[in-house]
């Protein structure tokens, strides 16, 4: 699954700089959806002859395939682009290395999320019983804002700053461009923070507070909630700044 996602997540960047915006954006989805329709399936009864184990291996199943769909689903739209698909080693290319290394610093900036969440379920190994079911639907439901503005607005603008960038090399339009996408991040990230930081509660016993998910249990995702929205504002403006980083370490 994560050959077929990150070899997904390369066809990105073309398809966004061809300002083909729609489709990679609606690609991770299919994740979502393959597992969503494989746990109806089987609520339905329809593997009720199977053990656990074999369950939860369909459910990887199923989830490596939804990997393979996103790039099923991309491929043929950067062809119809005009861009050519092959193998080759990435230290023949004429700036392959030049790209590894300004990968580097983006990987190192992006990891801090993944690093911040091992060390958070970490911690919520020795809190009470549920603790890391908590910190992680907190994670989601605080990422959620993010990941559909803040990241857009990213997708959006990095294709525009490097083609302004390319030509005239003027930096007041790319400060004006890169000032407008804060502006449009800031006009949802910001009512979204403090709409989590007054209904904590109420999002969480709505989206949660189904079957086993107890009343106390909606208590403790709701404080995880509340401090992880405290710094919503400054994640969702660090993908943009992170963004513009990388292009002005290219330029």
């Known amino acids: 699954q994560l050959i077929f996602v990150n070899a997904a997540a390369l066809l990105h960047a073309p398809l966004n700089a061809a300002r083909r915006f729609f489709a990679p954006a ?10 969503i329709a494989c746990l109806l399936f089987m609520r339905a009864g ?11 291996t369909l459910l990887a199943a199923v ?13 043929p739209m950067m062809r119809k682009e005009g861009y050519c698909l092959g193998l080759s ?43 890391i079911t908590a910190v992680y639907n907190a994670a989601r439901i605080v990422q959620f804002p993010v990941s559909l503005f803040a990241a857009s607005a ?27 996408a804060f ?26 507070e189904h079957g086993r998910f107890t009343y106390e249990q909606s208590a403790l995702t709701a404080q995880a909630i509340l401090f992880l929205a405290l ?16 292009l002005e370490a290219a330029l």
């Not at 502006?183 to 949660?208: C, D, E, H, Q, Y």
């Open 89 to 131: 080693s990435p230290g023949r290319a004429i700036n392959g290395a030049q790209a590894l290394a300004l990968a580097i610093p983006a990987a190192a900036a992006l990891a801090q999320d993944q690093l911040s969440m091992l060390i958070n379920t970490i911690y919520a190994s020795f809190l009470a019983p549920g603790s």
């Open 63 to 75: 989830a490596s395939a939804s990997g393979l769909a996103q790039l099923a689903i991309l491929a």
């Open 231 to 246: 710094g919503l504002p400054a994640f969702g403006a660090n993908n943009l700044e992170l963004a513009y980083g990388v």
């Open 26 to 35: 609606l690609a991770p989805a299919v994740f979502s959806i393959s597992v």
């Open 46 to 56: 329809f593997t009720a002859s199977l053990s656990p184990a074999q369950k939860i």
């Open 154 to 180: 990213v997708a959006v603008s990095l294709p525009e700053l490097s083609r302004m960038a390319a030509g005239s090399g003027d930096k007041r339009v790319n400060a004006a461009t890169l000032e407008l």
């Open 183 to 208: 502006k449009t991040t800031a006009l949802i990230i910001l009512p979204a923070a403090i709409g989590l930081l007054l209904l904590n509660m109420s999002v969480s016993r709505t989206l949660f």
